[in-house]
T-cell receptor
Framework: DAGITQSPRHKVTETGTPVTLRCHQT?????MYWYRQDPGHGLRLIHY???????DKGEVSDGYSVSRSKTEDFLLTLESATSSQTSVYFC????????????FGPGTRLTVL | DAKTTQPPSMDCAEGRAANLPCNHS???????VYWYRQIHSQGPQYIIH???NNETNEMASLIITEDRKSSTLILPHATLRDTAVYYC???????????????FGQGTILTVHP
């Protein structure tokens, strides 16, 4: 299995608080992705990175920011969490240039009260 | 991504082959078909992909029709651990690369029963 971890695995927070989720990989892969998964919507891409300091928006990026200061870490930040951001968040990585064969982390379950 | 259509659910007996269909009638000539699955509460898992020839690996086989408008994922001897949601994805190749911006639809819930 690809070396990819997410932290925390579970988090409960209150509306308006900042939250940062971390994705860490040991594969030295160039590409990293953040998805969210909600009932009835499947997985939706939030942001992705195609290299250190190189990031771009995905389908549902409003309310989220990301940073990638080194290859192994990709951080997802909710500047001011809202209840609509309650979700399961998955990180994925790939080393392939087309990016379509991805390895996913175990997920982070976030609840915003 | 090219739109894909999958049945919402399927059943399969343990030990039998599971054949999961996918329609992708708007697929372009250079777009691949990818399959992932997601076991309950886990992250999605890549299974296989193909362009136009049939493909096989240790997990499954992928059969793509000659006109490439549909495909079938085959799990040759399904086990209870194959119970999962299976996603058929055709990533857009516009601009030369999709950078892995995958679009997961609702997929097919495969239930393997004893």
């Amino acid at each position: 299995d690809a070396g990819i971890t997410q932290s925390p695995r579970h988090k409960v927070t209150e509306t308006g608080t900042p939250v940062t989720l971390r994705c860490h990989q040991t594969e030295n892969h160039r590409y990293m992705y953040w998805y969210r998964q909600d009932p009835g919507h499947g997985l939706r891409l939030i942001h992705y990175s195609y290299g250190v300091k190189d990031t771009d928006k995905g389908e549902v990026s409003d309310g989220y920011s990301v940073s990638r200061s080194k290859t192994e870490d990709f951080l997802l930040t909710l500047e001011s969490a809202t209840s609509s951001q309650t979700s399961v968040y998955f990180c994925a990585i790939t080393g392939l240039p087309d990016g379509n064969e991805q390895f996913f982390g175990p997920g982070t379950r976030l609840t915003v009260l | 991504d090219a739109k894909t259509t999958q049945p919402p659910s399927m059943d399969c007996a343990e030990g039998r082959a599971a054949n999961l269909p996918c329609n992708h009638s708007t697929i372009s000539g250079n777009e691949y078909v990818y399959w992932y699955r997601q076991i309950h509460s886990q992250g999605p898992q890549y299974i296989i992909h193909g362009l136009k020839n049939n493909e096989t690996n240790e997990m499954a086989s992928l059969i793509i029709t000659e006109d490439r408008k549909s495909s079938t994922l085959i799990l040759p001897h399904a086990t209870l651990r194959d119970t999962a949601v299976y996603y058929c994805i055709v990533p857009s190749n516009a601009g030369g690369t999709s950078y892995g911006k995958l679009t997961f639809g609702q997929g097919t819930i495969l239930t393997v029963h004893p």
